[in-house]
């Protein structure tokens, strides 16, 4: 490695404490209500800038994903074309968070290397504009670059933050990878939930509209949920894998923790509203 490494940069995972599908739009896109808070569970980059404009990533996903086809070196690019610097960088990947889980692996990444870069790079875009970027490159990756638990409509691009509860969660990883897309194509997926105002939701019933037809699909999503919901209220994120129960204490998720049974997996995280990748810009 090089000596201008600027080591550990966290991508966290986010949890959807709550996911309404209100309709389709002519678009195939879906309307939804969302409300997005971080946890203090993260995957990490280390970047090291160069002179010659080279992007390469080192990362053990690339026998999974090609990087063709990686959110990392693709929003490094968009910032690289958006700004015309001439710099480039080497990027390190620590992996922790799950594919496919629903808890923004790799709408995070990106989200960290467009707010890394561009303080590495000296670009100076505002927020505003690398939210636009990062919104090109997924719809949940605006919700890591503003950094903030935060209330979410339209296709998760609208935004408004929110002072939600930290509790501690237990949050369950069952060993399948969810497509996104295929859940919001299903013919059987509810899309008629009513739009309601933000202080209704916030003082309502939580649900996830995707997590019956999940479960459904996904006998591993079903097992967890039906464990977990026995020691604590307990939900999908997102369109899933991934399962959490709802504790008040630490000390309550880790006894919960301790039974978990040999064939489930999982850990213990903090939510928090505001994003680790914020505070690490705070220390700067």
Known sequence: ????????????????????????????????????????????????????????????????????????????????????TPLGAEIWLNKKLPMGGGIGGGSSDAATTLVALNHLWQTHLPQEELAQIGLSLGADVPVFINGFA??????????????????????????????TAEVFNDPQLPRDTPKLSMDDLMSSAWHNDCQQRVAE????????????????????????????????????????????????RGFIAKGTNKSPLVLRLEQR
């Open 1 to 84: 490695m090089t000596n201008n490494l600027s080591k550990g940069w966290p991508a966290p995972a986010k949890l959807n404490l709550f996911l309404h599908v209100n309709g389709r739009r002519p678009d195939g896109y879906h309307e939804l209500q969302t409300l997005f808070q971080f946890i203090d569970y993260c995957d990490y980059l280390d970047f090291a800038i160069n002179e010659q404009g080279t992007l390469t990533l080192h990362s053990e996903m690339e026998a999974v994903v090609a990087n063709s086809d990686n959110l990392i070196l693709k929003a490094a690019k968009s910032l690289q074309e958006y700004t015309g």
């Open 150 to 179: 935060a209330f979410a409509e339209g296709v998760g691009e609208k935004l408004i933050p929110v002072d939600a509860p930290e509790n501690w969660y237990l949050i369950l990883t069952p060993d399948v990878h969810v497509s």
């Open 217 to 264: 699909q996904y006998p591993q999503v079903a097992k967890a949920l039906a464990w977990l919901i026995e020691y604590a209220p307990s939900r999908m994120t997102g369109t899933g894998a991934c399962v959490f129960g709802i504790f008040d204490t630490r000390q309550q998720a880790e006894q919960v923790f301790a039974q978990l049974p040999a064939e489930l």
